[in-house]
Each structure stands twice: as C-alpha cells, then as structure tokens.
C-alpha cells in the first residue's frame, strides 16, 4: 500500500515512522522544511498529568509507552528525552483537594500518580507555603523538532521518501475514491491513502482533499530565561493549568509550566488565546506568564529572559484530535487538531493511523479503543475529491 502524508511535523513524522516499520510504501510532503510548523513552536511536554480520563488520556497512555520505546531507537540523547516526571501545585487548600479527586480519576484510568505533602522536597526551590501537590512520574520531555527529524530519518532508513518544498494543492481521483495527491507545481503523487497531517493548517489541506475538518489556531507564547545551573527538576505548574487547556473561551488565559532544559535554559509557557493567525507580540502575555513563574519559583524575578516565541496551536472545537479515516473520501485519513499536546501524542497517533491503514491493531493501538477520536463525531457537509 502506498501512503502519502501531508506534513513533517511531529505528527507527520510519527505516522511516517510507524506506517514504514509496518512496511507500507510512504511520501511526506511538506510545503517547507521539517518540523517548522506549530512543532517548532511547542515545549516538548509530553504528559499524562494534564489530561481528564478519556479518549484523549487512552491516546496519551499508549503515546507515552511508545516515546519510550521510539527514543530507545532514535537514541534519548539525541532527541533529549528526559523521563523527568511532573509536578503539579495547588496554590491554596480547596485547591488541593479538588487536585487530589482530579488525579484519583486519572489513577483509576491507569495513570501513575503520588501525592506530595513536602513540595519543597521535590522542588527546593519552589516558593514557601505551597500546601500540597501530586507527582507524576510518567510526565516526561522531548525536543520536539529534533524528535520530528529523528523519527522521519528512521522512516527513511525502513524506506519512506520525504519532499519538503511541495504544498499539496489537491487530490485526485476517480468514483468518489482518491488516487493520489497533486502537488502546487502540478505533479501528481499517486497513493492508495492520503494522511491529513497538516496540524493548524489540516482545516485547509481537508478542504482541498475533499474533506473539510474544522481546526482553528489557538495562539500562544513561550518565554525562554539565560542558561542557569540546574534548579528545576521537574515539570512544574499550577493545579489551574488544567482548567485553562480544557476552556473553549477566546480570550487570554494563562497559567505557566515552568520546566529546565538540558542546555540549561527554563521553559516558560504557555499562553492561551484564539486570535487567528496573529503574530505580533504581546508584551503583557509576556509579563502575565512571568509573573506567574515568579510566584511559583521566586529565584526567577533575578534572571534574565533570553526571548518569547509563539505559535499556533490546532484547535478543535471539542478539544480532541481528529484521527481516522474521513467516511466522505474513501483513502482519506485525519491526523490534526492535537491542540496543545501534539508532541505528547504524536507516537500514538501515528499508530493508529497505522493500525487504521492496516485494518488490524498496531503496536498497541487498536482502531476499536480509540473510536472517539474519529472524524465523524462531529461532520456537517460532505465532499468528494476532484
Ligand atoms: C506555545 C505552544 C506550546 C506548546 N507546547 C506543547 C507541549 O509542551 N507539548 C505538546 O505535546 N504540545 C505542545 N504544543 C502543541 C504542539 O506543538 C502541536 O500540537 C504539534 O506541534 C502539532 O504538530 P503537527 O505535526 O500536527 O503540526 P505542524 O508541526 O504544524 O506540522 C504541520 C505541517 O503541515 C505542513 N503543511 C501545511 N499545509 C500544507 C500543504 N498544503 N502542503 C504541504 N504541507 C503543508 C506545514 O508546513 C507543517 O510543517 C504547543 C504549542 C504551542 C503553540
């Protein structure tokens, strides 16, 4: 079978490396380089902590066991995955308790969880008073373009063809059945299957396959501080953090993961709001995030921002990926709307797509446990490809 995936971010990248160890023929197009879509733009977060028992926790369950298997491959250096475990805060005791029945929930659904009296035990330098928190020791980090490059370059060595530079302007077909892809500079690709992983842009690339999905872009920014000595052991951020990925409110919502990195670096993100594509800075996003980080980690009022980037993420109306194949367009399958957890579910993504292609379960993902990711929970009009 032959597959052609539209995109090379991460989750391009992870269908990629799973449909070619599967061994089925694979293209990626991108219409510009490797990972330089919303991929470039997240943390590298990949966590089960943030997530309410669901389709999107079964997804980020069976992505989190497959990270750990595919940078055993890739090599965890290189891609630095760091199995670093989070660590979530409640600012005040009604906080805590209602953490408490939260990550009860997630452990019923086979999440790792520990709660935590002492955070400054875990945390030493995390501001006093702190009442309590949890740990999750299954909370882990990527960097997440050079984790998208390592799993195409394996795709690559099991046979998968990349071509950046090619924006994929349509699909053809015949009897309402596509047969391949053609390109802006007119060359036609032919494929048994097309992969719609085009992240915020999958919206657009469904449309031109015949196949709109609604995916809108949620912006937001991520401040990066001068390198420092290692401080910040885990992934650390408030219990409200939660409510706020969950919101479906347009306006500014931020509540602030703080994270060190290996080159010593500490993450800050991240913001939350729907202004379309806008690019411009937003200076008090930026002072909002900080003085957030600050409360959490009062060290960081004497250092140094480095810069803040931002960026889009693909934002579907119920918050939950879109995978599957599209019933309107047979060959047709979605892999977009990760919103702000692409990275994290990226592998898993990858194989049920693969698994979906094959018509069997693959490396643990079984098309009949994921149902509630399928395109068609939420299809209004149909299209058929031209
Ligand atoms: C500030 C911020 C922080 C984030 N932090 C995290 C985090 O900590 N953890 C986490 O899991 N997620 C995080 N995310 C979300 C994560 O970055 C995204 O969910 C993820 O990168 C989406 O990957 P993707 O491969 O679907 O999309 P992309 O990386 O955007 O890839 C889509 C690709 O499709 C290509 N494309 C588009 N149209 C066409 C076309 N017509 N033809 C050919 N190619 C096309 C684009 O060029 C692009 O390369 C964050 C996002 C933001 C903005």
Known sequence: MEVVIIGAGIVGAACAFHAASAGLGVTVLDRGPVGAGTTSRGEGNILLSDKE?????????LSRDLWGEASEELGPQSVEFENKGGLVVASAPEGLAALHAFAARQAAAGVRTERVDRVGEFEPHIAPGLPGGVHYPQDAQVQPVLAAAGLLRAAVRRGAR???????????????????????DGSVLTADAVVNAAG???GEV??????????LP??????VTEPLPPMIRHKVYSADYVANVASSDEG???????????AGTVLIGASRERVGFDTAMNPDVVALLAAQACRLFPFLRDVHLLR?????????PDHLPVVGPDPRVPGVLHACGHEGAGIGLAPGTGALITAQLLGR??????????TGLLPDRFLTTGGVPT
């Open 361 to 370: 379960p693959w490396r643990g993902a079984d098309p009949a446990a994921h």
């Open 206 to 215: 469904g449309s031109r396959l015949g196949a709109p999905v609604e995916i």
């Open 308 to 316: 803040a980037y931002r960026g889009f993420r693909p934002y579907c």
């Open 53 to 61: 028992p669901g389709p999107e926790l079964e997804l980020a369950r």
């Open 162 to 184: 990349v071509r950046t530079g090619e924006a994929v302007a349509a699909v053809t077909g015949t009897g309402g059945r596509i047969n391949g892809v053609r390109t802006a």
């Open 252 to 262: 500014l919502e931020t509540s602030c993961v703080v994270e060190g990195t290996r």
């Open 200 to 202: 915020t842009w999958g």
């Open 218 to 223: 949620r912006r937001g920014f991520v401040l």
